[in-house]
């Protein structure tokens, strides 16, 4: 059942056409070359959201190997779901770990959840999800508390998985709610109290180069 849920919550996510807005790009592209760059990531975007892949392509390709994170995240999108590009799952895998390694949130939580389920490297997967989730996504926090709560290869441990899947749920995760309840009902008052504080304690973890 974890398995069903974490490949539908990244699938969910990698098909949403607005998820939340990325920096455009690092500091040193920036810096060095902004109109041309700037141009070229908007016009890979647009091509991406209206589903020109051939075009996308042709305009992301450049940015990515120039270490372009968003143009990273969307060709890891594209070879991981067959976009206008033969299925490649190492292909995918390597353009967002190339993104994950600038800490993008976003390609952490693809590059884990790949990770946990087809590749079976259940540390990798639980290392990169843990840092996404550590940003603030959603995703990445349910199917980390999922996995605290299933205990399947990691510890089993009911308050850290409360305190995560309270956090999807404060962001309008519904299911990680229905699993929070559900998991404080296996729990004493002490662990549940335990894991309230942990979630009101919580903060984002914020990174040099937030590029979300």
Not at 15 to 40: C, E, K, Q, T, Y
Not at 42 to 59: F, S, V
Request: proline fraction near 4%; hydrophobic fraction near 45%; glycine fraction near 6%.
């Amino acid at each position: 059942m974890f398995a069903c849920i974490c490949n539908s919550v990244m699938t969910k996510r990698a098909v949403r056409s607005h998820w939340r807005p990325f920096l455009v790009l690092n500091f040193v592209l920036v810096i060095s070359s902004p109109a041309l760059h700037g141009a070229d990531l908007k016009a890979g975007r647009n091509a991406y959201e209206r589903k020109d892949y051939a075009n996308a392509i042709k305009e992301l390709v450049p940015l990515a190997q120039a270490g372009t994170v968003e143009a990273e995240v969307l060709l890891g999108k594209m070879y991981m779901l067959g976009q206008g590009v033969p299925k490649d799952a190492d292909l995918a895998l390597k353009w967002f770990r190339a993104a994950a390694d600038q800490e993008n949130a976003e390609a952490e939580f693809f590059l884990g959840a790949m990770y946990l389920l087809p590749r079976k490297d259940i540390p990798q997967g639980l290392k990169w999800l843990r840092l996404s989730a550590e940003q603030g996504t959603a995703e990445a926090q349910l199917l980390v508390g999922m996995a605290y709560s299933k205990g399947s290869d990691v510890p089993h441990d009911l308050v850290q998985a409360d305190m995560w899947l309270r956090l999807a749920a404060a962001q309008g995760d519904k299911f990680a709610a229905s699993q929070y309840e559900r998991a404080e009902r296996l729990m004493t008052p002490d662990e549940i109290e335990k894991a309230r504080t942990l979630t009101e304690a919580w903060r984002p973890r914020i990174v040099a180069n937030r590029n979300r």
